[in-house]
């Protein structure tokens, strides 16, 4: 067998070692936050052979590395040689700071609002086809000790009820009707809206007064009232809802939670648009 042979299989025997305790892809991870760290640093971007002194790897490996995280828009090229971090480390950004921002923001009325409406308040952000649960606050005094609750980090999905009308209620119209149009509404209960006209008519109300109200479409024996959390352009940042048994949240007590509902959501709203 050959010195060079012999040297490879060291080479190789050495990699499988490295990989096998520290994964695979372990190397590539790092040199891509290594990279994009460099970047967010650099006030005017930095050049080709600038990032591969920086980095000390070689050309061949940081042109593939370089050509993915564009394709993935991280990195963009500007003036034809310098590259600079690109729209969608941006667009990761905003969205970490507006979910950090909306709890911070939320949760003093949310913890408010359960003392005084004596049910629990729910704090919310759309996640492609689900509602996440970013935050949840149980009333400490109330009628009951017994009340509905979740765990931060749940989802709910998208057409549940109260937050499904707030959602699509932020949608334009035709856009609402195509989606009902090809998803199937789901039957939560037997008080479940199936028919698209049906909720499509229950979503413009909602869109004319800002507040989605169940009763007992998506839990049987629990309404819910929802409101929108306005972000910037008027796009949709967050959901804010109660939750409790229908035999305590009901007439009087659902329209005047989602009054206090909708207040509060504007507060929240107008926090954050001063912090910008």
Same mark, same amino acid.
Request: proline share 4%; aromatic share 4%; glycine share 10%.
């Given at each position: 067998?050959?010195?060079?042979?012999?040297?490879?299989?060291? $080479?190789?025997?050495?990699?499988?070692?490295?990989?096998? #305790?520290?994964?695979?892809?372990?190397?590539?991870?790092?040199?891509?936050?290594?990279?994009? &760290?460099?970047?967010?640093?650099?006030?005017?971007?930095? #050049?080709?052979?600038?990032?591969?002194?920086?980095?000390?790897?070689?050309?061949?490996?940081?042109?593939? *590395?370089?050509?993915?995280?564009?394709?993935?828009? =991280?990195?963009? $090229?500007?003036?034809?040689?310098? /590259?600079?971090?690109?729209?969608?480390? /941006?667009?990761? @950004?905003?969205?970490?700071?507006?979910?950090?921002?909306?709890?911070?923001?939320?949760?003093?009325?949310?913890?408010?609002?359960?003392?005084?409406?004596?049910?629990?308040?729910?704090?919310?952000?759309?996640?492609?086809?689900?509602?996440?649960?970013?935050?949840?606050? !149980?009333?400490? !005094?109330?009628?009951?000790?017994?009340?509905?609750?979740?765990?931060?980090?749940?989802?709910?999905?998208?057409?549940?009820?109260?937050?499904?009308?707030?959602?699509?209620?932020?949608?334009?119209?035709?856009?609402?009707?195509? /989606?009902?149009?090809?998803?199937?509404?789901?039957?939560?209960?037997?008080?479940?809206? #199936?028919?698209?006209? $049906?909720?499509?008519?229950?979503?413009?109300?909602?869109?004319?007064?800002?507040?989605?109200?169940?009763?007992?479409? /998506?839990? @049987?024996?629990? !309404?819910?009232?929802?409101?929108?959390?306005?972000?910037?352009?008027?796009? *949709?940042?967050?959901?804010?809802?109660?939750?409790?048994?229908? #035999?305590?949240?009901?007439?009087?007590?659902?329209?005047?939670?989602?009054?206090?509902?909708?207040?509060?959501?504007?507060?929240?709203?107008? =926090?954050? &648009?001063?912090?910008?």
């Amino acid at each position: 067998m050959t010195e060079p042979s012999v040297r490879h299989i060291e $080479q190789r025997k050495t990699r499988q070692a490295g990989d096998a #305790t520290t994964g695979a892809s372990t190397p590539m991870v790092e040199r891509t936050f290594r990279l994009l &760290d460099l970047l967010s640093a650099s006030e005017d971007g930095l #050049t080709f052979s600038e990032l591969v002194r920086a980095l000390g790897i070689s050309k061949g490996s940081l042109h593939g *590395l370089i050509k993915s995280l564009e394709r993935a828009r =991280a990195i963009e $090229q500007v003036d034809g040689r310098r /590259y600079v971090v690109g729209p969608r480390i /941006y667009d990761l @950004a905003l969205a970490y700071s507006q979910r950090a921002g909306l709890r911070r923001f939320a949760l003093p009325g949310m913890r408010r609002l359960a003392g005084e409406i004596g049910e629990t308040i729910f704090l919310g952000r759309v996640e492609g086809d689900r509602v996440r649960i970013v935050e949840c606050c !149980n009333a400490e !005094n109330g009628p009951s000790a017994l009340h509905i609750s979740a765990a931060p980090g749940t989802h709910v999905p998208l057409l549940a009820a109260a937050v499904g009308r707030v959602v699509l209620a932020s949608w334009p119209s035709a856009r609402r009707e195509e /989606y009902l149009r090809a998803h199937p509404l789901p039957r939560f209960t037997e008080q479940s809206i #199936t028919d698209p006209d $049906q909720l499509l008519a229950a979503v413009a109300v909602t869109a004319q007064s800002g507040v989605g109200m169940d009763h007992q479409e /998506y839990l @049987a024996g629990v !309404n819910a009232v929802a409101v929108p959390i306005r972000g910037l352009g008027g796009t *949709l940042a967050g959901l804010l809802w109660v939750v409790g048994f229908a #035999t305590r949240l009901d007439g009087e007590a659902m329209i005047r939670a989602g009054e206090l509902l909708r207040d509060e959501a504007e507060a929240i709203a107008q =926090a954050m &648009d001063a912090s910008r």
